[in-house]
C-alpha cells in the first residue's frame, strides 16, 4: 500500500492483560521503526528492523515488550501483562532505505488504553 | 546524550502572523535535523528535512535553518492561516532520531 497501516486504532486492555498491535509499512520499504508517545509528549524509539531483522532495540524495554516483522505479514509490537504506564500512542514508521530519518512515512498509530 | 528541546511549548497568534518555532539540542554531532507537523489524531508527516551540511530549507510559506555549531534549529511560518494550527515536532538524526516534546500551534481566525 502507499500508507503505513496500523491497527486497531484504538485498544482497551485491562491491567495484566496482553496488547498486539499491527503495522504494515508500505509496500517496497525496508525499514520499519515504533515509537511510543505517552500523553503527547517526546516521541520515545523503541525498535527498528530492517526486513525481518531486528536493527536497532536499545529503545525496548527488557521486560514484556517484544516486535517482529515477519516475510508477508504486518509487523507486530506485544506487550504482555501490561501496565497503567503503557497506556500511550503507538507510531509505526516506515522508510525505503535508511535507518535515519530521511524519507519516513508516519502511521496514524494506535491508541493504547490500559485500566 | 542528545537531548531536543522546544521552545515555546505552545502558542497562540492571529491569522496573518509571521512566527518562529525554536528548536535546540545538546549533541552538535548529528545527521539532519527535521521538522515534522502533527495534526490530532494523526501520525507525523515531515515539512521540512535540513541535511547537516545545509544552513536552511525551504518549501512555501515555511522555511528551517540550522546551526549545528550552537545547536539551534528554528521554522519560520510565513503569513500564518488557520490550516496551520496543529503541533510540530523538531527530530534530530545521529545514531538515532530524537525527538522534541513540539510545540502546540494555534493560529486565531
Known amino acids: 500500500g502507499e500508507e503505513v497501516a496500523q491497527t486497531p486504532k484504538h485498544l482497551v486492555r485491562g491491567e495484566g492483560q496482553k496488547a498486539k498491535l499491527y503495522c504494515a509499512p508500505i509496500?517496497?520499504?525496508?525499514?520499519v521503526f515504533w515509537y511510543q508517545q505517552v500523553l503527547k509528549n517526546e516521541f520515545k524509539f523503541l525498535i527498528s528492523f530492517q526486513n525481518e531483522n531486528v536493527f536497532d532495540e536499545t529503545g525496548m524495554p527488557k521486560e514484556r515488550f517484544s516486535a517482529k516483522c515477519l516475510p508477508n505479514s504486518p509487523c507486530s509490537l506485544e506487550i504482555q501483562a501490561t501496565k497503567l504506564e503503557d497506556s500511550a500512542v503507538y507510531f509505526c514508521?516506515?522508510?525505503?532505505?535508511?535507518?535515519?530519518?530521511?524519507?519516513?512515512?508516519f502511521g496514524s498509530g494506535t491508541q493504547l488504553s490500559v485500566l | 546524550k542528545q537531548e531536543v528541546t522546544q521552545i515555546p511549548a505552545a502558542l497562540s497568534v492571529p491569522e496573518g502572523e509571521n512566527l518562529v518555532l525554536n528548536c535546540s539540542f545538546t549533541?552538535?554531532?548529528?545527521?539532519?535535523l527535521q521538522w515534522f507537523r502533527q495534526d490530532p489524531g494523526k501520525g507525523l508527516t515531515s515539512l521540512l528535512l535540513i541535511q547537516s551540511s545545509q544552513r536552511e530549507q525551504t518549501s512555501g510559506r515555511l522555511n528551517a535553518s540550522l546551526d549545528k555549531s550552537s545547536g539551534r534549529s528554528t521554522l519560520y511560518i510565513a503569513a500564518s492561516q488557520p490550516g496551520d494550527s496543529a503541533t510540530y515536532l523538531c527530530a534530530v538524526g545521529g545514531d538515532k532520531i530524537i525527538f522534541g516534546k513540539g510545540t502546540r500551534l494555534h493560529i486565531l481566525p
Open positions: 514508521a516506515s522508510s525505503p532505505q535508511s535507518a535515519t530519518n530521511e524519507n519516513l512515512f
Open positions: 549533541d552538535s554531532a548529528i545527521y539532519n
Open positions: 509496500k517496497g520499504h525496508s525499514y
